[in-house]
């Protein structure tokens, strides 16, 4: 096995950790605050070719391979998770979906611009809506409709906690077709959001990634053309594991750098921090705590890589990506709570940033499969 990292690897962390400390740094606190979109943030990702990482040059993205993009991931998400998730939506659901099964003319019409990030001069990203009121965990049994009728079908439902959901541009839903087939009756659909029938809810008022915009996303007889389901009919449930698969490996990245930074603000201050005559790091109480958060930020980082690995490398990596954000996730969780508990009355406050990443921590054991999920995954896995 080799560790080290290529010169081009290292180059694109290079560059997304100049990015995170430089562009996304500041105003990261007010923006958190507000609940503020990072738009001016995304915008300039876009720039960098951040938004369609893996995406082949020929459809207009960067093609880079999953490690890389799991270095840039981390390195954003040190300090901030709301330009990270946004950036992982587009990334590993959107655009990948896209462009491993979308048809040659929806490559052309949407994956294209998705993998920009920009058209006409705006921000232009996408939206992945599977999750549902009374289908969360539970994706086999989607409520959504979306009803054959000739040319085109006819979509009605409600989509819940939709990453994305008013600054997309583009969402891919995913819809019951035949209900007597169950899953195997499930579609999926590329839908313009300016299409009528579609109404954007309130934004969700969350505990962390507060600058995300998360919404429901309302269809009322919302018309789609024929041409933009993706794959053959009876292909979204599939369409739908298979994508996440991926996505599992971005929002993995996200928890590590979730992780990192905690552990790297922890640290310094550690250094700086004197308590009975010597820097706190010196008492043994404190130096146990940051070992173990190095250990399990470094076990967490080597599972991303092997997922990321086995993925460039056309290997199954469905068990590896479970494990990896099973272990990443549970990992931020704990190292953003002992970071706080390193910065003592200080962490509680929002200037030393790790009550935040300590909120944000939170939802990564939640969103694109729970850390329960990721427990099934394994399970059968391991036990087939």
Same mark, same amino acid.
């Given at each position: 096995?080799?560790?080290?990292?290529?010169?081009?690897?290292?180059?694109?962390?290079?560059?997304?950790?100049?990015?995170?400390?430089?562009?996304?740094?500041?105003?990261?606190?007010?923006?958190?605050?507000?609940?503020?979109?990072?738009?001016?943030?995304?915008?300039?990702?876009?720039?960098?070719?951040?938004?369609?990482?893996?995406?082949?040059?020929?459809?207009?993205?960067?093609?880079?391979?999953?490690?890389?993009?799991?270095?840039?991931?981390?390195?954003? @998400?040190?300090?901030?998770?709301?330009?990270?998730?946004?950036? @992982?939506?587009?990334?590993?659901?959107?655009?990948?979906?896209?462009?491993?099964?979308?048809?040659? =003319?929806?490559?052309?019409?949407?994956?294209?611009?998705?993998?920009?990030?920009?058209?006409?001069?705006?921000?232009?990203?996408?939206?992945?809506?599977? @999750?549902?009121?009374?289908?969360?965990?539970?994706?086999?049994?989607?409520?959504?409709?979306?009803?054959?009728?000739?040319?085109?079908?006819?979509?009605?439902?409600?989509?819940?906690?939709?990453?994305?959901?008013?600054?997309?541009?583009?969402?891919?839903?995913?819809?019951?077709?035949?209900?007597?087939?169950?899953?195997?009756?499930?579609?999926?659909?590329?839908?313009?959001?300016?299409?009528?029938?579609?109404?954007?809810?309130?934004? #969700?008022?969350?505990?962390?990634?507060?600058?995300?915009?998360?919404?429901?996303?309302?269809?009322?007889?919302?018309?789609?053309?024929?041409?933009?389901?993706?794959?053959?009919?009876?292909? /979204?449930?599939?369409?739908?594991?298979?994508?996440?698969? /991926?996505?599992?490996?971005?929002?993995?990245?996200? =928890?590590?750098?979730?992780?990192? /930074?905690?552990?790297?603000?922890?640290?310094?201050? @550690?250094?700086?921090?004197?308590?009975?005559?010597?820097?706190?790091?010196?008492?043994?109480?404190?130096?146990?705590?940051?070992?173990?958060?190095?250990?399990?930020?470094?076990?967490?980082?080597?599972?991303?890589?092997?997922?990321?690995?086995?993925?460039?490398?056309?290997?199954?990596?469905?068990?590896?990506?479970?494990?990896?954000?099973?272990?990443?996730?549970?990992?931020?969780?704990?190292?953003?709570? #002992?970071?706080?508990?390193?910065?003592?009355?200080?962490?509680?406050?929002?200037?030393?940033?790790?009550?935040?990443?300590?909120?944000?921590?939170?939802?990564?054991?939640?969103?694109?499969?729970?850390?329960?999920?990721?427990?099934?995954?394994? /399970?059968?896995?391991?036990?087939?």
């Amino acid at each position: 096995m080799d560790f080290k990292l290529t010169e081009e690897q290292l180059m694109i962390q290079r560059a997304a950790r100049e990015f995170a400390q430089q562009q996304c740094l500041p105003g990261v606190i007010d923006r958190d605050e507000k609940q503020q979109l990072p738009k001016e943030q995304l915008l300039q990702l876009a720039e960098l070719g951040f938004l369609g990482m893996m995406v082949s040059p020929e459809y207009g993205g960067a093609g880079m391979d999953t490690v890389s993009y799991v270095l840039a991931m981390e390195e954003i @998400s040190k300090v901030d998770s709301s330009v990270s998730v946004c950036m @992982s939506v587009n990334n590993s659901l959107v655009c990948w979906g896209l462009e491993h099964y979308g048809t040659e =003319a929806q490559k052309q019409q949407y994956l294209k611009p998705l993998a920009h990030g920009i058209k006409d001069g705006q921000l232009y990203t996408g939206a992945f809506l599977l @999750s549902e009121p009374e289908a969360g965990s539970d994706a086999t049994h989607q409520h959504t409709s979306a009803i054959d009728n000739g040319d085109h079908y006819i979509i009605n439902g409600v989509k819940n906690w939709i990453t994305n959901g008013s600054s997309a541009s583009v969402y891919l839903v995913i819809a019951q077709t035949d209900y007597t087939k169950g899953h195997k009756g499930i579609n999926a659909f590329i839908v313009e959001k300016n299409t009528p029938g579609i109404t954007v809810g309130a934004k #969700e008022n969350k505990m962390g990634i507060r600058g995300s915009d998360t919404h429901a996303i309302s269809f009322t007889d919302v018309k789609v053309a024929k041409e933009n389901r993706i794959g053959a009919e009876g292909f /979204g449930f599939n369409f739908a594991m298979n994508t996440l698969n /991926g996505g599992r490996i971005g929002i993995a990245a996200q =928890a590590l750098g979730i992780a990192s /930074g905690a552990y790297e603000l922890a640290l310094a201050y @550690s250094k700086q921090r004197k308590t009975f005559g010597k820097p706190i790091h010196e008492h043994q109480a404190i130096q146990f705590k940051l070992a173990e958060m190095a250990t399990k930020i470094e076990t967490a980082r080597l599972l991303c890589f092997k997922a990321a690995w086995e993925k460039d490398n056309h290997l199954d990596y469905t068990t590896t990506a479970a494990m990896a954000k099973l272990h990443a996730s549970d990992t931020a969780m704990w190292v953003t709570t #002992e970071a706080v508990q390193v910065h003592g009355g200080y962490g509680f406050v929002k200037e030393f940033h790790v009550e935040r990443l300590m909120r944000d921590a939170k939802i990564t054991q939640i969103y694109e499969g729970t850390s329960e999920i990721q427990k099934m995954v394994i /399970g059968r896995s391991i036990t087939r």
